[in-house]
């Protein structure tokens, strides 16, 4: 059973930081994509970041970019996203996804709540 547990989550204030971590077991995703989403009230999902398979190509959406950093950790079968100066925007459920390419994601954790006050 392929599992992707996201951590990290929480809640801070305008400006703070946070580190999401996602780790993945039962599958190796050494050789796939894998990206940050988000998905709060009223709006769909939305792509945050994208990471390719040797962490040499990323992307990040224009209202993160400066602000957040995607890297990870293939001997740990993991990926983070560090996150500095926080808005409250930024509010919302973090999902990990993983593989098989940069445009299409087939494995999706559960998610974890980051909430930032003003």
């Known amino acids: 059973q392929v599992v992707l547990r996201e951590s990290g989550g929480g809640l801070v204030q305008a400006g703070g930081s946070l580190r999401l971590s996602c780790v993945a077991s039962?599958?190796?995703?050494?050789?796939?994509?894998m990206a940050w989403f988000r998905h709060s009230p009223g709006k769909e999902r939305s792509l945050v970041a994208a990471?390719?398979?040797?962490?040499?190509?990323?992307y990040y959406s224009d209202s993160v970019k400066g602000r957040f950093t995607i890297s990870r950790d293939n001997a740990k079968n993991a990926m983070f996203l560090q996150m500095n100066s926080l808005k409250p925007e930024d509010t919302a459920v973090y999902y990990c996804?993983?593989?098989?390419?940069?445009?299409?994601?087939?494995?999706w954790g559960q998610g974890t709540q980051v909430t930032v006050s003003s």
């Open positions: 996804a993983a593989g098989p390419r940069f445009d299409s994601y087939d494995y």
């Open positions: 039962g599958r190796d995703f050494s050789s796939d994509p």
């Open positions: 990471i390719n398979w040797n962490g040499v190509s990323s």
